[in-house]
């Protein structure tokens, strides 16, 4: 089919039409937003005032030709390879996972309650520096470390460290296999480690299955806190005495996180719903055993 994109309003119309199937009218509407001040290098206020703009036959074609990847499915950020998170630009690819509110709410609380803290922190399973990076900019007396178990996403993080201006030290490390000498001990540990179920990747939405990597979302049925569980099992090699961790969680697994850091010895165990009032943060306070 053919389509004549001549205005702002065109454009929208094309968004609406190709992405019904995919999205609801107000995330198309967004998306489609996001597309025209990027192509168009217009802002919001220009979008709004002006639906009639004229867009270029050269711009119509790059739009049509992005309309086209996401009636496939493939993500928005992807697609443009970057994305916005907690005020920093990030880029993403298909090696790293897109950020998504939930860690937002994590970050935030994370900062909020931090603000004054001087000491060490680590991100464990720091995707594209997710949570690393914010968390260096916003709590600027601390001292951020974050490790992932590839080096291409490290690539990436590194980029997006020195893309946001932020002191971040990156290490090549897998948690499940621990064989990293962590450099000091930390007074905050923060990790958004895979957690969903693999029997749920059949109900999942075509864009996250297709084209998000596989490794940083899913875990076995039969053991899906096995990432917590080599994280807290690690505590007296990683953690200071009185240490705070910080964890996103499934919504499904709060009870199962909060008996497996009770058996371990932790305390101020706190679960904190998000904002669809779903499980979604444990936080807690180590206690060295010996």
């Not at 999205?23 to 998306?31: G, L, Q, R, S």
Request: glycine share 6%; net charge positive; hydrophobic share 40%.
């Amino acid at each position: 089919m053919n389509y004549n994109l001549s205005t702002l309003t065109d454009v929208r119309k094309l968004f609406r039409e190709r992405l019904r199937h995919l999205y609801p009218v107000n995330e198309t509407d967004a998306i489609a937003s996001l597309i025209i001040r990027t192509i168009l290098n217009t802002d919001r206020l220009q979008e709004l005032m002006n639906p009639s703009l004229a867009v270029p036959p050269a711009k119509g074609r790059k739009i049509l030709k992005i309309c086209d990847e996401l009636s496939a499915g493939k993500p928005v950020q992807y697609i443009l390879g970057e994305t916005e998170f907690y005020g920093c630009r990030l880029k993403v690819n298909r090696y790293t996972l897109i950020p998504r509110r939930e860690t937002e709410e994590l970050t935030d609380l994370v900062i909020k309650e931090n603000r004054a803290f001087g000491g060490m922190v680590l991100d464990i399973g720091t995707g594209p520096g997710t949570i690393a990076i914010p968390v260096a900019l916003n709590i600027p007396a601390c001292t951020v470390h974050a490790l992932d178990f590839s080096e291409t996403i490290l690539k990436t993080a590194r980029e997006n460290a020195v893309l946001n201006k932020a002191l971040v030290f990156f290490y090549r490390a897998d948690i499940l296999n621990p064989g990293w000498k962590p450099p000091a001990k930390y007074g905050i540990i923060i990790s958004n480690p895979p957690y969903v179920p693999e029997n749920e990747r059949k109900n999942m939405h075509i864009n996250v299955t297709k084209y998000e990597p596989a490794g940083a979302l899913f875990v076995p049925d039969d053991d899906p806190l096995m990432f917590y569980r080599a994280i807290v099992r690690q505590g007296g090699e990683l953690m200071l005495p009185g240490a705070k961790i910080y964890f996103e969680i499934h919504e499904m697994m709060g009870d199962a996180i909060k008996n497996l850091l009770t058996g371990e010895g932790f305390s101020n165990i706190r679960i904190i719903k998000d904002l669809n009032g779903r499980d979604r943060i444990v936080t807690c306070t180590y206690h060295d055993k010996q």
